[in-house]
């Protein structure tokens, strides 16, 4: 897999990253590539009797068109509905005998099927996820069912007017591109796509090459390199594979109002911002946490605090993309309020581009994205999520490592470049309550 690198494109940081990258080869991970391509890693971490289990997938919503929007999510679902060996019932049971939780699904990089379990019971866990991942049934009944909930969390989505809204400036931001869809698809296509669909989609994606195995908890790594070479070794290899690479979106820029009934008028403000390999990505990261970044945020102080123009504020970006990743500014308001927030925020955005972040704006900006990443990786669950994630989508298991050395030295000049580079052409959604039925 292709590596991604990370810079902010300065001499201090270059030197800062290239120390980050030998720093981060911490002891207790192992990377082991079996001989048909598949990834293993393996964090030995003995402080809990516990270990939780990562299998990812290069698939995902990046990868899907309008006509099979959601079939990842959609097909990981389906495979925990029993196997080859076990109906639905008796495969659930297997894990809960144990102790264990095993759940799968999509998202827009990468499909996982995950587990945790006591770590004595650690082998039968990393079976049963191997059952999953290499003999799903995906048996008519049990897909039907699966496409049952599916269209009721859809549905959920497009009531909740946040969601719905949210869904709606991506639409506008992205156009076309993949991004510009959620990762559970759409109505439409959820309802057409067919068990041939989904189980031709299932041999298209799942090849060792794409795949990558993360163990994380009391485990001992040379044990784990075994069993997952007699559980998966038997996967054959195949040619290597080119990802397609996507055209940049070039957003219009443009205003829309939607009405519908909501107790509250919703405001949002979207950018497209840069992927992991963009030199100004951790500046980008920087920049959002200093708009809305909790209460100390710009937009916190200023709308809610001072003006009392917000029920809810803050800045949204996604939490890690190849590509061209969105940053969106939202605002929840009273509909009365709703032309002097949307101006508010405005003012707020521009103000981002005019006025440098003060020093201890800098300093709280840096610590809080640098706390957000510490404190989602606190147990091992998170930590194989993580290993796997960035592994799977060639950034390299020791990303988070090398990227919280480069949040450490984003200067005030770092994030008004990227304040200038990307907050510009705004593409604005106003959700406006109605009372109308």
Do not use: C
């Amino acid at each position: 897999m292709r590596r991604i690198g990370l810079s902010l494109g300065s001499a201090v940081l270059a030197l800062g990253l290239a120390a980050g990258g030998a720093a981060a080869q911490e002891p207790q991970v192992t990377r082991h590539v079996l001989p048909n391509g598949m990834t293993v890693l393996v964090r030995e971490s003995p402080a809990v009797p516990a270990v939780a289990v990562s299998l990812q997938v290069r698939a995902g919503s990046r990868f899907e068109t309008e006509t099979t929007a959601g079939i990842t999510n959609f097909l990981h679902r389906a495979m925990l509905r029993g196997t080859a060996k076990r109906t639905a019932e008796q495969f659930a049971t297997s894990y809960e005998d144990i102790g264990g939780t095993l759940d799968a699904g999509g998202e827009v990089e990468a499909a996982e099927v995950r587990g945790q379990t006591l770590a004595r019971n650690w082998e039968t866990l990393l079976a049963l996820i191997a059952e999953a991942a290499l003999e799903p049934a995906l048996e008519q009944e049990e897909i039907e069912r699966e496409r049952r909930l599916l269209l009721g969390q859809i549905k959920s989505r497009a009531d909740a007017p946040f969601s719905f809204t949210f869904d709606a400036v991506l639409r506008d931001l992205y156009g076309p591109h993949p991004y510009g869809r959620h990762y559970l698809g759409h109505k439409e296509s959820i309802e057409r796509l067919t068990r041939d669909e989904l189980r031709a989609h299932y041999r298209a994606i799942y090849r060792p090459e794409r795949m990558v195995l993360a163990v994380s908890g009391q485990v001992e790594r040379g044990r784990v390199i075994k069993v997952a070479e007699r559980l998966f070794g038997r996967m054959a290899r195949s040619a290597p594979h080119a990802e397609d690479a996507l055209a940049v979106p070039e957003p219009a820029g443009e205003r829309r109002i939607i009405e519908r009934r909501a107790q509250q008028a919703q405001i949002l403000v979207g950018y497209i911002g840069p992927g992991l390999s963009d030199s100004l990505y951790p500046a980008v990261r920087v920049l959002a946490a200093t708009l809305g970044g909790g209460m100390a945020g710009r937009l916190f102080v200023e709308l809610r605090d001072r003006r009392g123009l917000a029920y809810s504020t803050g800045v949204v970006v996604p939490p890690f993309r190849t590509g061209p990743a969105f940053f969106v500014a939202y605002l929840g308001t009273a509909p009365a309020n709703a032309a002097a927030a949307e101006a508010g925020v405005l003012h707020e955005l521009e103000r981002a581009r005019a006025a440098p972040v003060t020093a201890e704006e800098l300093a709280r900006a840096k610590a809080y994205v640098r706390g957000q990443l510490s404190m989602d990786r606190r147990t091992n669950a998170r930590q194989a999520w993580y290993l796997a994630f960035f592994e799977v989508v060639g950034a390299g298991w020791d990303f988070p490592e090398r990227y919280a050395r480069a949040i450490e030295v984003v200067t005030a000049a770092d994030v008004a470049r990227a304040a200038e580079r990307y907050l510009t052409r705004p593409t604005v959604v106003v959700l406006q309550p109605t009372t109308q039925r």
